[in-house]
């Protein structure tokens, strides 16, 4: 699985990224057709004059590999033009077949 930050020129934006067990090891599963999968991920912010920071507008994801994949929905973010979205590291938690303790870790 992967995620990426995106620039609003729809570039991956470098963020070291870590894979972690959380909330627990990955489950194998098929995910089926109408229904939903779910990970966690965490990220710790940064300040977007800092050299070091990833600055972004949105986010890709994909399950099936560790390229990107489509635009992801979010709600509660900066609107996109707003390049808001910072991460000066991002960790990605285990795909689950449930969203428990998705959100806890």
Known sequence: MAISLVNAADEVVNVPTKKVNEPGPAEAFTVKPGTSAFAGIKWTTCDKGDSSCGVGNTLRYNLEASTDGP???LE??????????????LQIGTL???NQGVVAW
Do not use: L, R, Y
């Open 71 to 73: 635009v992801a929905t």
């Open 76 to 89: 509660g973010f900066p609107a996109a033009e707003s390049s808001g979205i910072t991460m000066k590291s």
């Open 96 to 98: 689950q077949p449930s």
